[in-house]
């Protein structure tokens, strides 16, 4: 996607849809960084400093307002949330395609809520090479990481996932139109799994 596209062609889908066993009983959503912020905070700040449109995806009971999505934030209920990632993100797709102000959205980036720490850097030059017709993720140390940035060709199938494994099966059926950015940002693989990730 050029620069004259505009940026907000980009859609930013912020997953939150899940529920964590591994951290416990207590909602990850709501674990508290070291600069004070929440977990789903500082995610969604993130994403909305380089994407103008972001999506927030939540289970269908979750109260918005106790998790700190603000009244304008545009929020997609994932009724199939429970079921794992790749259900949310097929919950999530059915509403995008559905959302008469993204009609002319060339690209979805795939931003998982427990991960805080992608760079700006990361995300900004992850946008410059949105593309319908392409899949967009990073690399460092030779490893891809998040997010991911799916061009809007390939959204009907992602309307057609179920359980927890998420877009991979996709990206291995489209190999030759998936493009690997390398990026100096080890936060593409540090995602906050257990309370003392948090450190």
Do not use: Y
Request: hydrophobic residues 45%; charged residues 25%.
């Amino acid at each position: 996607m050029s620069s004259r596209s505009g940026t907000a062609r980009v859609v930013a889908l912020v997953m939150a849809a899940g529920r964590s066993q591994r951290f416990g009983d207590a909602d990850k959503r709501l674990a508290v960084l070291p600069d004070g912020r929440t977990l789903l905070a500082a995610t969604m700040e993130r994403a909305a400093e380089v994407f103008p449109l972001v999506r927030v995806v939540l289970r269908e009971d979750d109260d918005r307002q106790a998790l700190g999505v603000p009244e304008k934030g545009q929020v997609i209920r994932a009724p199939h949330g429970g079921a794992g990632l790749g259900a949310s993100l097929a919950d999530a797709f059915v509403a995008l395609a559905r959302d008469t102000h993204l009609a002319n959205c060339e690209a979805a980036a795939i931003v998982l809520a427990d991960m805080p720490f992608i760079q700006v850097a990361t995300l900004r030059t992850l946008l410059c090479d949105a593309d319908p017709s392409r899949i967009v993720r990073p690399r460092h140390g030779g490893r891809p990481g998040h997010p991911v940035l799916f061009g809007r060709d390939f959204w009907l199938e992602l309307t057609k996932l179920d359980g927890d494994e998420g877009g991979r099966a996709i990206i291995r059926q489209h190999m030759a139109q998936c493009r690997e950015i390398d990026v100096d940002d080890p936060g593409i693989h540090a995602d906050i799994d257990l309370p003392e990730d948090i450190a």
